[in-house]
């Protein structure tokens, strides 16, 4: 018997975020503050992230 088979913790590729853009499973890459798609390039995660202003820095 395998005892990969009866293993539940899932595998780290099949969890990782995919693209919304393309399905892509590729590790996103930062560019010029903000997070894209290594395969098709969309912006998955936008710079500031809909973060307020904080005016104390």
Not at 26 to 37: D, K, M, N, R, S
Not at 42 to 52: H, K, Q, T, Y
Request: one cysteine or more; aromatic letters at 0%.
């Amino acid at each position: 018997m395998d005892a990969d088979a009866d293993d539940p913790t899932p595998d780290p590729a099949a969890c990782r975020r995919r693209c919304p853009m393309c399905g892509s499973t590729e590790a996103p890459v930062e560019v010029h503050g903000h997070v894209q798609c290594a395969t098709c390039g969309v912006n998955i995660d936008p710079c500031c992230g809909g973060a307020p202003l904080d005016e104390a820095a």
